[in-house]
């Protein structure tokens, strides 16, 4: 079988719906390639606002990114149009930069701001530059899946979650000929195992801090004390 890429997951995806490859068909056939894609890039933006939605907006944050201003500071715009979901971080700068809060836009806080969907307002209205920033983490949509797009969720095995939907997108347009209902419950399995798994991905991240102060975790637990 192959990888979990867009080659692998057009293989998968005209494997399981029994039509071999999907360049034999024809331009006017329902099962291209071409549309075959344009379903898997449905179906990723369907699973990326399902997991930022459901507990797993960190398995989606993108590295530090820099927002730039066109007013002189009053707003600052996210790259290339995106809309973050989920969460967002921002820093005056990219390495050891303060934290900026998000805040009402009357505080009175310096650092303040308040998110306008793709872009940011300083608190009040008031302008502020940066030396090199502000930087911001954050979950927006992944670039759509096309024939020079590849997928991007990480891990590459949860991305059975795209294939699923993409059969249940497909099936549901297929006049009857094929029925939904199976690839709807091999999603919800898929998104049931996948929510858990993130959900769990950072558990015990600070379990070594824990262990440093030189206390034993049952040293908390009042029943245990007397």
């Given at each position: ?22 360049g ?11 549309r ?17 939605s ?9 590295a ?33 930069g ?10 009175t ?6 998110i ?7 608190a ?6 940066f030396a ?9 949509m992944?670039?759509?899946?096309s024939?020079t797009q590849e997928?991007?969720?990480k ?9 699923y939907?993409?059969l ?17 419950r ?11 798994t993130f ?6 991240q600070t ?5 440093n102060?030189g206390?034993?975790w ?9």
């Amino acid at each position: 079988m192959a990888t979990w890429n867009n080659a692998g997951l057009l293989e998968r995806f005209f494997m399981y719906l029994g039509r071999g490859n999907g360049g034999t068909f024809g331009p006017d056939e329902l099962w291209t390639e071409a549309r075959a894609l344009s379903w898997l890039a449905d179906a990723q933006e369907q699973v990326y606002t399902v997991l930022a939605s459901r507990g797993a907006a960190h398995a989606l944050v993108n590295a530090p990114v820099q927002l730039t201003t066109a007013d002189g500071g009053v707003t600052y715009t996210f790259p290339d149009g995106a809309y973050p979901f989920g969460m967002v971080e921002l820093y005056a700068q990219e390495s050891n930069g303060r934290p900026l809060v998000v805040s009402l836009f009357n505080d009175t806080q310096r650092d303040g701001f308040v998110i306008e969907g793709d872009r940011i307002r300083m608190a009040g209205g008031r302008a502020q530059t940066f030396a090199n920033g502000p930087y911001a983490r954050y979950v927006g949509m992944a670039p759509r899946i096309s024939a020079t797009q590849e997928v991007l969720l990480k891990p590459d095995s949860a991305r059975e979650l795209i294939l699923y939907r993409a059969l249940v997108l497909a099936a549901e347009v297929s006049n009857g000929e094929l029925d939904p209902a199976p690839w709807e419950r091999k999603y919800a399995d898929a998104e049931t195992r996948w929510l858990t798994t993130f959900a769990t991905q950072y558990a015990m991240q600070t379990q070594s801090a824990i262990d440093n102060t030189g206390r034993a975790w049952w040293q908390d637990i009042p029943a245990l004390n007397g």
